[in-house]
Each structure stands twice: as structure tokens, then as C-alpha cells.
């Protein structure tokens, strides 16, 4: 079993786990877990789904598992059906043993290298992630450096526990439409008159597993993008990120022991928009070694009133 390691501040404790550089647990105001955790000789099911992880380098799904830089395609593996690598397929840094490289009371630092030709993708990769809490707030940040142009659109992915009271407001206009292999088809579609709308606060639908288009680029400072809030507390969402994943928890196993069942927990990623390696009009994703992939996302959290 992996070691676990603590942050603090005078509101907020986290844990993590190297195993996949996992959130294992966030705690407000010595309050219970705000996200989906269970041990892992209990089941092996959460963690399957992703549960806490870092995934990427190229989060979320590419189709074909395909990526063309200049004039050369590269195949990542894929791991649905043939069809997508989803998370950068079944070796990506959500099964990664990261080096925890520093460690104080309030911040966690964990690394990661990627070789050369790692999952199918060019350049020697070294990966940075920082864990850092101030009140209430935890601040998640990731950079990554190449020595040779790749894509990078990294994530965090803890499932946030929800009931079937809680309400989603999300800062997009626009979402992307998806095929039946949960693509992106291209369009970039207005979420007005669609189960989509989250410019109010509204439940997440079931069939929820979109992109949100909160910005056309990267940003240099974390913007505003959702607010979920349920019965027992408040999550607000900012990031550097153009786009925002959220995933309903649908296909969510069923732990009794951890309280687990599908639409338990709800995941919201700050990423790149998916499959952007193959829709030229979507941000771009693609690294190089004068213009290193960087990202800052923050998580403020506060009671329900």
C-alpha cells in the first residue's frame, strides 16, 4: 500500500497518494471527504474509473488514438474498443508512481518523466504538480517541459460527491456535441435550449460527459468557470484552462462500503478541449521546448448556507 501524505490549513486538509498522483481526501473545516475515495483492497473499481488521479499527458479522448505533428502521425494506445485513447490509453500518468519531491505543511510537490516515445508520443516529458492550500481554498498546478513539440492538455480528476439536490452554473455559452464513441463531432455548439444550460444553476443531466467551451484559449491568470453546490457545501472553480469536463458519474461502480453507486460523484476537469490534436479550430494543445505546457486550477470551497 502506497504511503499517503497530508496538507493543511486552518480550514482544508487534503491527502494524496503517489499512486497515480491521487487526491484521496479534502476536508473543510474538519468536516467529511468532499470526494469519492475508497481502500484500495476494498475495491479497485474507483481507482479504475480514475477516481483522484492526474490523467494525461493528453487528457480525455483522442480518436483513433491518432496525433499528427507536422508530418508525422503518432499512435497512442487505444483503450475503448479500438476506437479512442481515452486519458492517453491504459499506461498514462494516472498509473504513474510519482516522486514526491518536496513536502511542507501546507503544499505537496510531485514529479514525474515520460521518456521518448512514452505512449506513443514524442519527447522526453518531465511533469511538475503542486497541491497547495490557504484557507479555503486548494490550488492545483502542473507544468510540463519537452525537448520536441507534443501535446500536453493534463487534468485533475477527483469525483466530488454529490446528491441528487446539488446544482451545477457553468461560465460557457457553448459545449461541444458528441458521436457515439463520446467524440467531439466539430461543432462547437450555443448550450442555449439544451440539457446542457448551465448558465443557470441546474442538476447535471445523467447523460452528461461533455466539454464546456469557458474560454477560446488558455488564460494567463485561473477565471471564474463553475460553481457546484450542494446541500452540504459550495465548490467553486477557476483555471487557466479554456475548457471544462464534466462527466455525471453515470457509469460510476457501486461500493456500498464507501457509499459509491453511480451519480455519487461528479467530475469537473479543467483541460484543454478533447481531441483538440485533431480539430485544427480547437485551442491549441501542442507543447514545444520554447513554449512549455503550464496550468493553474483552483478549488474554494465554503459551507452551504
Known amino acids: 500500500m502506497s504511503t499517503t501524505y497530508s496538507i493543511r490549513s486552518n480550514r482544508l486538509i487534503a491527502t494524496f497518494d503517489p499512486d497515480g498522483a491521487r487526491m484521496r481526501s479534502l476536508c473543510l473545516d474538519n468536516g467529511p471527504n468532499l470526494v469519492l475515495d475508497v481502500d484500495d483492497t476494498t475495491s479497485q473499481e474507483l481507482r479504475d474509473a480514475y477516481g483522484g488521479t492526474i490523467v494525461g ?63 506513443g508520443l514524442p519527447g522526453n516529458r518531465d511533469i511538475e504538480v503542486w497541491f497547495e492550500v490557504a484557507d479555503n481554498t486548494l490550488t492545483f498546478r502542473v507544468t510540463m517541459t519537452t525537448d520536441a513539440p507534443t501535446p500536453a492538455s493534463i487534468a485533475h480528476h477527483p469525483y466530488w460527491r454529490v446528491t441528487p439536490e446539488h446544482t451545477l452554473h457553468i461560465h460557457a455559452t457553448h459545449y461541444l456535441p458528441t458521436d457515439h464513441a463520446n467524440l467531439p463531432t466539430g461543432v462547437v455548439a450555443p448550450v442555449a435550449d439544451t440539457l446542457f444550460d448551465h448558465r443557470t444553476a441546474r442538476p447535471i443531466d445523467p447523460g452528461t460527459d461533455h466539454n464546456f467551451c469557458v474560454a477560446k484559449q488558455a488564460k494567463a491568470q485561473p477565471a ?14 477557476a483555471s487557466t484552462e479554456p475548457g471544462l469536463q464534466v462527466y455525471s458519474g453515470a457509469f460510476l461502480p457501486t461500493i456500498p462500503e464507501a457509499d459509491i453507486a453511480p451519480q455519487t460523484g461528479v467530475a469537473l476537469e479543467a483541460q484543454g478541449w478533447p481531441d483538440a490534436v485533431n480539430h485544427p479550430d480547437f485551442p491549441n494543445v501542442i ?19
Not at 503518432?74 to 486519458?87: I, K, S
Not at 457546484?228 to 465548490?235: D, F, G, H, M, N
Not at 507543447?287 to 448556507?305: E, G, K, R
Open 57 to 119: 499527458p493528453v487528457a480525455n479522448r483522442v480518436c483513433g488514438g491518432q496525433v499528427s505533428i507536422g508530418e508525422t502521425t503518432h499512435q497512442m494506445p487505444c483503450n475503448e474498443n479500438g476506437a479512442t485513447a481515452l486519458h492517453s490509453g491504459p499506461d498514462g500518468l494516472d498509473r504513474a508512481i510519482w516522486t514526491v519531491a518536496a513536502q511542507d505543511r501546507t503544499a505537496l510537490q510531485l514529479t514525474h518523466h515520460l521518456p521518448d516515445g512514452h505512449g
Open 224 to 237: 471564474p468557470m463553475a460553481t457546484l453546490t450542494t446541500p452540504s457545501c459550495i465548490l467553486e472553480i
Open 287 to 305: 507543447c514545444t521546448p520554447d513554449h512549455p505546457y503550464s496550468q493553474v486550477t483552483q478549488y474554494t470551497l465554503q459551507p452551504a448556507t
